[in-house]
T-cell receptor, first 112, second 114 residues
Framework: DAKTTQPTSMDCAEGRAANLPCNHSTISGNEYVYWYRQIHSQGPQYIIHGLKNNETNEMASLIITEDRKSSTLILPHATLRDTAVYYCIVRGLREYGNKLVFGAGTILRVKS | ETGVTQSPTHLIKTRGQQVTLRCSSQSGHNTVSWYQQALGQGPQFIFQYYREEENGRGNFPPRFSGLQFPNYSSELNVNALELDDSALYLC?????????????FGPGTRLTVL
């Protein structure tokens, strides 16, 4: 079962920051937070992951609270092409087998 | 470097038939995972193959089976198709099986069972 809770859907204006929340209150010390997204009719795409420090790459930023029970994915300047389902996943790196356990995700609609 | 490819793109079958879906892993990857995604839901893990051996399985019945070939490409076979098998089937490849090894997904095969 998925270990995360996300809102069903969110809207964002084009050019504004999109902030997608995720609750993972049962996360354990060796588990990372991963974000994937799935654009319509495509396979999921890796975005970013982190353990406890904030992370940033060319696609997004990941902010993890100090108690690690929740996180926020930030797309700094959302475009129409960012419209997708965003999945927050908790996973231990040392687990044998790198399967991903997806929840229902958040549908992000970026509007002009 | 080529990405993960899957064939066919779309497929229509009738209940009780058998189907084979194919996946070519990304260059240099030796691990393939298969996922089933029903409409409106997140992908669900079916099984994983590493160096031609099954390496973990999700909650799917034995009529879901797979193969991995020496070139690391893979097949997903589903026997005795049921209406609920209608879904997008995704293949993902990685180099290795640890959590450090990121998975790269293909575009999927859309299976419709009538």
């Amino acid at each position: 079962d998925a270990k995360t809770t996300q809102p069903t859907s969110m809207d964002c204006a084009e050019g504004r920051a999109a902030n997608l929340p995720c609750n993972h209150s049962t996360i354990s010390g060796n588990e990372y937070v991963y974000w994937y997204r799935q654009i319509h009719s495509q396979g999921p795409q890796y975005i970013i992951h982190g353990l406890k420090n904030n992370e940033t790459n060319e696609m997004a930023s990941l902010i993890i609270t100090e108690d690690r029970k929740s996180s926020t994915l930030i797309l700094p300047h959302a475009t129409l092409r960012d419209t997708a389902v965003y999945y927050c996943i908790v996973r231990g790196l040392r687990e044998y087998g790198n399967k991903l356990v997806f929840g229902a995700g958040t549908i992000l609609r970026v509007k002009s | 470097e080529t990405g993960v490819t899957q064939s066919p793109t779309h497929l229509i079958k009738t209940r009780g038939q058998q189907v084979t879906l194919r996946c070519s892993s990304q260059s240099g990857h030796n691990t393939v995972s298969w996922y089933q995604q029903a409409l409106g839901q997140g992908p669900q893990f079916i099984f994983q193959y590493y160096r031609e051996e099954e390496n973990g399985r999700g909650n799917f019945p034995p009529r879901f089976s797979g193969l991995q070939f020496p070139n690391y490409s893979s097949e997903l076979n589903v026997n005795a198709l049921e209406l609920d098998d209608s879904a997008l089937y995704l293949c993902a490849s990685s180099w290795g099986t640890s959590g450090y090894n990121e998975q790269f997904f293909g575009p999927g095969t859309r299976l419709t069972v009538l």
